[in-house]
């Protein structure tokens, strides 16, 4: 995987108690996958604000659309 590149992955999350498929940022730091939810900086500086590393064995990739890659486990946001 390109380190510069953005990719797109489906994932599970759970939203008030009810499970629903979102579409999350993904990319790749030292070969590992990272899940990032929010990004700061400005425009053509941005960086990773708020991110999730994922488990490289639940990951695939899945080229549908703009979706490239699906994750097999829930994505929860940090505590903040």
Not at 10 to 15: K, L, M
Not at 25 to 54: H, M, T
């Amino acid at each position: 995987m390109h380190p510069d590149r953005v990719y797109h992955v489906e994932h599970r999350v759970q939203i008030d108690g009810v499970w629903h498929y979102h579409v999350t940022d993904l990319i790749f730091v030292d070969g590992q996958p990272v899940a990032v939810l929010n990004w700061g900086g400005k425009p053509g500086k941005e960086f990773p604000r708020v991110s999730v590393p994922l488990d490289p064995a639940h990951l695939s990739e899945h080229r549908v659309g703009q979706i490239t890659h699906r994750y097999d486990r829930p994505i929860e946001t940090p505590s903040q």
